[in-house]
């Protein structure tokens, strides 16, 4: 089963450390979305989109990607680092206009010093741990 991972690398490359490890021990080919706006995806039985979370969307870059890329009937997972909570709205709305079917979610806290946080030291400090690595990499062993 051929996996890829569409990922951005953006402020504290928190969700760069989770694909990374996800792909050092699964066979994932890694797309950077800010580095790359087109892949053909065609071939892949998989696709995951990984981001942080920005003012509550995941990365314009993927949304981007996603819109452009993505063509129709794929199944999809999706990986967030996010320094308050998850939110996959903003790529669940293209995925449901392109029929993917999202057959798996993984969220853990990143490290965040965003505007007011820096000011205290940023929140979720150390995230994500050895144990959200983990975690992100057993959840695409079982996908
Ligand atoms: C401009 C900006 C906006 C953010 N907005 C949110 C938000 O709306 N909700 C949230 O939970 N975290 C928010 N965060 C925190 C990031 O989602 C978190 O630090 C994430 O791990 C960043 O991932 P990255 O290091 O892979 O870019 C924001 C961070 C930045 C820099």
Redesign the pocket.
Known sequence: MRKAIVY?????????KIVKSIAEECQVDLIDAVKQSDADLRSYDMIGFA??????KF?QSILKFAEKNLSDDKKVFLIC?????A?YRSIEQILDKKHASVVGKFGC????T?GPFKLVGGI?KGHPDDKDIQNAVEFVKDL
């Open positions: 951005a690398l953006v402020h504290h490359g928190n969700t760069d981001s942080g979370i920005y003012f509550s990365h680092t996010y320094g308050g909570s939110n806290k990143g490290y965040d965003f979720a």
